[in-house]
């Protein structure tokens, strides 16, 4: 099973996908929560102790992340960055590696094409997992994408190794 995960501050999506029979299947998708009246230091313990529980509880292989880009916004932007930070620690403890993917990394393995708009994002990550409706909230759809993308890059690697 592989994680990934969109990260943010008030709303951090996940999506759990595994490989069965050659396909891929969705195995659980969401966001993970905190309440912009809470601290910023109870903010990112809350993040942290709710992805820990979701490593626990699904145990997956690893964990995949969309890269922090930069935005015109730099206090979104830290706080982004402080959000990932969390994220890492609770897969390091659980022994996870992590593996980082751009936007565009992550729309070109979906749509071909990197330049697509979330509603072609959502189209085809339902198509894909074979969902019978569009993953909501887009941070939960953002996540299975970066898990789908990483599960295509980790068949890539796998054939390349087999082939050399």
């Not at 609770?90 to 980082?100: C, T």
Request: proline share 4%; with cysteine; charged share 25%.
């Amino acid at each position: 099973m592989y994680l990934g995960i969109d990260p943010g501050l008030a709303t951090m999506g996940y999506g759990l996908i595994e490989e069965k029979d050659n396909r891929l299947v969705c195995k659980e998708y969401g966001v993970l929560s905190t309440s912009s009246r809470e601290e910023m230091p109870q903010r990112l313990y809350t993040l942290y102790e709710k992805a820990n529980e979701l490593i626990k509880k699904y145990t997956p292989l690893n964990l995949a992340m969309e890269q922090l880009f930069f935005s015109k916004n730099v206090k979104t932007a830290f706080q982004v960055g402080q959000a990932r930070g969390v994220i890492i620690l609770a897969a390091a403890q659980n022994g996870l590696e992590v593996f980082e993917y751009s936007p565009l990394e992550i729309k070109k393995a979906i749509t071909g094409y990197g330049q697509a708009d979330k509603k072609q994002m959502q189209s085809l990550v339902k198509s894909i997992l074979q969902l019978q409706e569009n993953p909501q909230p887009d941070d939960a759809a953002d996540a299975l994408a970066v898990a789908i993308c990483h599960l295509q890059v980790h068949r890539l690697r796998k054939r390349m190794e087999e082939s050399l």
